[in-house]
Nanobody
């Protein structure tokens, strides 16, 4: 049984940093591209960042470039999203997901397993 569990979300003030974690189990973690998506209130889920199986390559949405950093620890079966200089528009439920494809994939259809999400709320 594949399971992905996100953690690290919460209510924070604008300008601070937050690190999200996603621990995976039930699959060969190091064989999958890992991605982060987010869904703002009342909007559709959108791509944030992805990382190749080895961690050598990363891919970011324009909204994440320069502020967010995706990384992974294959020994711990965990992918991270470091979020700096948070803005109110970053408020969303953040999801991690796996993809059996190359790293530069932003389509939801490319990802086969999903976590339940963690809420990030940024106040001004």
């Amino acid at each position: 049984q594949v399971q992905l569990v996100e953690s690290g979300g919460g209510l924070v003030q604008a300008g601070v940093s937050l690190r999200l974690s996603c621990e995976a189990s039930g699959l060969a973690f190091s064989s999958y591209t890992m991605g982060w998506f987010r869904q703002p209130p009342g909007k559709e889920r959108e791509f944030v960042a992805s990382i190749s199986w080895s961690g050598r390559y990363t891919y970011y949405a324009d909204s994440a470039k320069g502020r967010f950093t995706i990384s992974r620890d294959n020994g711990e079966n965990t992918v991270y999203l470091q979020m700096n200089s948070l803005k109110p528009e970053d408020t969303a439920i953040y999801y991690c997901a796996t993809a059996p494809t190359r790293y530069d994939v932003a389509s939801l259809d490319d990802y086969n397993y999903w976590g339940q999400g963690t809420q990030v709320t940024v106040s001004s």
